[in-house]
């Protein structure tokens, strides 16, 4: 058998180095359990943050579909266009332009790359 000094401290005082070490054990874990929750409220609080944002960008985003079916608007238009000293189209006034037609190409043949 080993009759070391340390084995004898050991086993003279096994009970007492299991409580120290079961204590140091304890403690490290409460404060993973700490940090953790730390962590999870700081995490909470970004989600909430970028929710918020979220929202606000949503409600803009409301806001400038409104004002942009509002500009559309015939309406909006022509008083847009009449504050500017712009008056209405009338045919004596107006041009339409006709496109020329596009020249047709030579189709591709069979087997040529694409």
Known sequence: MIHSPLFRFVRQHGAMITIVLLTIAVVWVALLVVNNQYKVRAL????E?????????LDEQREINIELAKVTLPGYIASGAKEMGLEPARN?????????PVPRF???KEGDPS
């Open 106 to 108: 030579v189709t591709r």
């Open 49 to 57: 943050q970028e929710q918020e944002l979220s929202r606000r960008l």
């Open 44 to 47: 909470i609080s970004d989600i």
């Open 92 to 100: 004596e006034n107006t041009v339409i332009l006709q496109p020329k």
